[in-house]
């Protein structure tokens, strides 16, 4: 492994030090790992999740109602540069551009005196799973046969019979068109966290990442007529164009809101803050660019902005390194 390699490795053990909350009953991030490639297959050098991407560049600058919320140093105000990348759902390098699929917009924030804050964004408001060990069953219960290469039916109806929030958001991708481009669909951040501001004040809530040219969708003819893979170049043309921006907006939580789960959003009608305007300024030629090794842990944040209690929002960390120390061995691929 190469020195680059190596110190990208030792950042995410730093990073899975320094921030993951102990989980004991969580399933080993080896076993979560294991049981992705067996469930999606495997695609050595490829991320696990969201292994269709590319990489982009941008700019986010934050407002002053964002100052009122969270001491942050991301809301001064100032061009702070955000290292971008936007994908497919899914662990196939190959998965459609024009499939009702997930689409994911991670994010990494470079902050003054080298502190960075991550994130995963998707474009759901809910999460696969409520807790770890759930989201291991329904991995486990999605397992093709050997014989017939697909999963049992039966044990798929078991699992979501004892686990209906499981279907929630394959309900809701079904329930949406094939999305026009990765600039223009909404991308939820679905755990909560609490903002502090310079009284000590903590104001909870989720955040979303709106498009500000508005969402827009393909007919499903549209998006037959478009192919499986539309999205990169699609991306390029508009951010030549100055068309691929965001507001960063944050629905306030209120007493009595349920927190501390990925598959409950918070109700309609919650006051949305905009924290802040995101755009995206540079594209990847190909499958380069500076993401490569970030692992877009969303445990890691900056002073002024903390986590919930989400058991989802901690298991992540770990299973994040593991799968990145794996892609390098293998030979870490973009996309």
Partial sequence: MNPLMLSAVALAAATLASNAVAQPATPDPNAFLDQFELTFGKFDGFRRSGAKGICATGEFVGTAEARALSTASAFSGKPVPVIVRFSVGGANPKAPDNAKS???????????????????????PVFGAASPQVFFGRLASLQPDPATKMPDPAKVKAFADAHPEVLLQGKYFASQPVPASFGSVNYWGVHAFAFVNASGARQFGKWIFEPVGGVQGLSDDEAKARGPSFLFDDLRQRVKDGKVAFDFNLELAQAGDRIDSATVPLPEGRKKVKLGLLKVTSVAEDGGGPCLTITYNPMVLPKGVEPSADPMLAARAAPYAVGLGRRLTEGAKQQ
């Fill in 102 to 124: 997930q689409r994911n917009l991670a994010l990494q924030f470079n902050l003054p005196d080298g502190e960075q804050w991550q994130m995963g964004n998707i474009s759901a």
